[in-house]
């Protein structure tokens, strides 16, 4: 463990990858145990979310929250608006998340931080360092055919991972003494026997989730059945997309430190797998970063 009197400052990027970034909680919890002191961070998509969230003190509220939901719930939460540019319109998500942990402006936050999206009609990268942050978080999450574009100042934007998957540049300036970046788009592993949902044990705070979900559900119907399929392969092609940028980013520019999670860890949309993916995390945390403990003792 470093030497509290001192201690490590990071720069942390968290890569896009969909319900595979919740194992970015439980690489959070990792460093704040072990005394390392998160400064800046970059992030896109999943990475966005968890991030940001960390930077406004909120992460307790989400994880808490997340571990509760099950499927279902998701479900009620997908706005579905069946434009030609989009699934889900995603209000209701955002709307829930600012309900739950309140929203505030970039500039204003403990911590440095940047979402990046993308212009997909000038097809670059846009930094989100201003501004509110749930704005900036709704652009960067913005899977393409899934959810809406988000239009900003006359562009529209869409999922940051499109064309950075681990935004490490946004980190550059930083007067960190360490980058550590997270990739969600690592090694396939051999698959294993999926776990069931969070749920099967009695949990006494679903109630409190359940009624906290129902208010932005109203009397709207639950999806009805839709044809999944051109989605999953969509998702499927996205992930493959965003494992072949993150080799070429990462050998281009390579973090002083990398964390890997499997790229068939969870579906992009398994958020009931949370309490998994955040125990993943902290063990891929404790696993691959052994040599940075070795090297403060």
């Known amino acids: 463990m470093p030497n509290n009197s001192h201690k490590k400052t990071i720069s942390l990027v968290l890569g896009s990858g969909g319900a595979r970034g919740l194992a970015h909680i439980g690489i959070i919890r990792w460093l704040d145990e072990h005394g390392y002191q998160i400064t800046s961070i970059s992030g896109c998509s999943i990475g966005a979310l968890i991030g940001g969230i960390y930077a406004m003190n909120k992460l307790d509220d989400f994880e808490q929250w997340v571990c509760a939901i099950r499927r279902m719930d998701i479900v009620k939460l997908l706005d579905i608006s069946w434009q030609k540019n989009g699934l889900v319109k995603g209000d209701k998500i955002i ?23 993308t212009d997909i009609q000038n097809q670059k990268e846009v930094w989100l360092t201003s501004g509110k942050l749930f704005d900036a978080i709704r652009a960067s999450i913005s899977l393409p055919l899934f959810f ?18 681990v935004p490490i540049a946004p980190t550059f300036g930083d007067a960190t003494d360490i980058t550590i970046a997270v990739n969600l788009n690592g090694t396939i592993q051999v698959s294993q026997e999926k776990p069931q ?18 208010q932005f559900s109203g009397s709207e119907k639950a999806l009805e059945q839709p044809d999944w399929g051109m989605y999953d392969i969509a998702n499927q ?9 993150s080799r070429q980013k990462l050998a281009a520019y390579p973090p002083d430190y990398l964390i890997e999670i499997a790229g ?19 063990q891929m945390a404790d696993q691959q970063l052994t040599e940075l403990i070795t090297n403060e003792s």
Do not use: W
């Open 95 to 117: 709307n829930s998340l600012i309900d739950l942990v309140g929203n505030q402006l970039i500039e204003e936050l403990p911590i440095n931080f940047t979402a990046v999206a």
């Open 148 to 165: 809406t574009p988000v239009h900003r100042n006359g562009i529209n934007l869409i999922d940051g991972g499109v064309l950075n998957p």
């Open 197 to 214: 949902e969070n749920l099967v044990e009695p949990n006494p705070f679903y109630e409190k989730i359940r009624h906290f979900i129902d």
């Open 237 to 245: 092609a996205f992930d493959a997309m965003q494992t072949a940028i």
């Open 264 to 282: 068939n860890a969870c579906g992009t949309l398994e958020f009931e797998r949370a309490k998994e993916m955040i125990a993943l995390g902290y």
